[in-house]
């Protein structure tokens, strides 16, 4: 499987994944869960959405046969966007408190996806 075909289907089921878990933060934990874990449920959406059209934006942009950046860039959104909304989501179920020393692992897989993605348009060759 190419990585483009493997990170649009990443895409597709990181994004489904967070329509589904907005509309469950929306309407079965209101009442169940506190102000605050719904707004560490809200941060976790978010960030997946945003992470999801990260994904597909180098989905549509990488070249067919993309050099390391282009694949690292999209490894690191996928695990950093698993990692980071993963362990808030459990967070705001009630995990321990030690699962938010993994959020920030989360976080920066990401910044270093954007930062690899960057590196990957500085490389592209000029035409």
């Not at 959406?45 to 989905?59: D, E, K, N, P």
């Not at 989501?89 to 960057?118: C, D, E, F, N, R």
């Amino acid at each position: 499987m190419s990585a483009r075909r493997g990170f649009g289907i990443a895409a597709a089921a990181l994004g489904a994944s967070a329509v589904a878990l907005g509309a469950f933060g929306a309407h079965a934990l209101q009442g169940r869960l506190d102000e605050t874990a719904l707004r560490v449920w809200h941060i976790a959406v978010q960030y997946q959405f945003w992470h999801t059209l990260a994904l597909l934006g180098l989905c549509a942009l990488a070249p067919a046969h993309g050099s390391g950046a282009w694949r690292a860039s999209g490894i690191l959104f996928v695990a950093g966007t698993a990692i980071f909304s993963g362990s808030l989501y459990s967070l705001a179920l009630g995990a321990p408190k030690w699962v938010g020393a993994i959020t920030p692992l989360g976080g920066l897989a990401l910044i270093a996806g954007w930062v690899l993605l960057g590196a990957a348009f500085f490389r592209e060759k000029r035409t």
